[in-house]
């Protein structure tokens, strides 16, 4: 069925279309443009509902609070950044079931935490995203834990604000709520705002160490299934725990881009530009997206002299999975996709592949300046 904001992308396999269900919704990277403070009043304005109307507060601060999060949402994209669709809030594969699998790890980037206005957004957005699931659907909540992100005080104040007014439905809904990887400290400060969840809500709280234990307790017996949450799980969580077992610690920069794909990809469908993005490593999408919106090929010549340190700094992101600062510019993306195309073992266009495309130029088949068929011929050689 089509959620609020319009009908879900579709993928080639149902299992495929589940993992990326909650894709495509929103666009634009870049932080939003509103207020800070504005936000801010609309939260104070729920709390003063919740409080002061009794049975009918906290639905009408929770729809005050979902009114204020679609606002961010217009006809030419959103205001939330693009990357956030995978590293704070997205959707996995669903069990057999039916249930829905919500997986979240806003503690990907630390900054997050410590600025007022992320902690805002995160906020909205959230509150956005799970509307169209814990409204209308049975759900398992997985939260993969960065360290202690809870601690922070304007966390803890935005946690306990969500479930005073969150409707009832949320925790009827929700079957259960892994913690993935937690350390002492996530644990004692779960405990310090334990209040704040209803008593049925905490029992369902399960803590869980291992991704093998995760997608068996998601999807017992299925292999196919626990390959796809693993996938669906984030890179930096996948590479700490290859490297406490001892394994091959999974990277982006030097893989045959097939196997990048396969191994790390995501869809992304962008409804603003009509356009979908098949399993694509996440970082790669967002460069490509961030230049293709910011109109950046008036900056392709500035790959050749942007700062060095800001170019490792993007590759470093791209290849552990971390998200990629929306304040990086044109020419340091540039000259990044231009290293990671260099790392790849195979070239995407080969000797023979230019070879056609003078034959096709000489013949008259594509004439110069023909944009359109030198992409056509482009897309068709790699």
Known sequence: SDGPLG???????????????LSGQFAVSRAPKKSVQFGDDIAAQAMALARNTLGAGSSLAYNLVLKEARSYVHHTGCDYPAQWEHQVLWESCGTDAGARVVMAAPGVSES??????????????VILRMDVVAMHSKFVMVYFCAG??????????????????????YPENCLNLYIVNPSMAF???????????????????????DLGELVEALHPGNKEKQELAKRSSPLPWRRKEADLRGDVVPTILGLPLADACSLHGISFADRTQNKCYPYLPLGLF?????????????????MFSPDTQSVYAVLEE????????????????????????????VPLLTDSSFDELELQASSGAIKPGDKQALREFAIGAI
């Open 7 to 21: 009908p879900r992308a579709s993928t080639r396999s149902s299992t495929r279309a589940s993992a990326a269900r």
């Open 318 to 345: 791209l290849d552990f999975g971390r998200p990629i600062s929306h304040k990086t510019s044109l020419s340091v993306l540039w000259c990044a996709l231009k290293v990671f195309l260099e790392c790849l073992h």
């Open 112 to 125: 997050f935490f410590r600025d007022p206005p992320s902690v805002n957004s995160l906020f909205r957005y």
């Open 148 to 169: 202690n992100e809870w601690s922070e005080q304007r966390v803890v104040q935005r946690i306990s604000e969500a479930c005073k007014f969150l409707p009832q439905t």
């Open 187 to 209: 644990r004692a400060g779960m405990w310090a705002i334990q209040g704040a969840f209803s008593r049925a809500m905490w029992d369902k709280i399960k803590y869980v160490y």
């Open 286 to 302: 967002v460069m490509c997206d961030t230049i293709e919106r910011e109109r950046g090929d008036e900056q392709f010549v500035g």
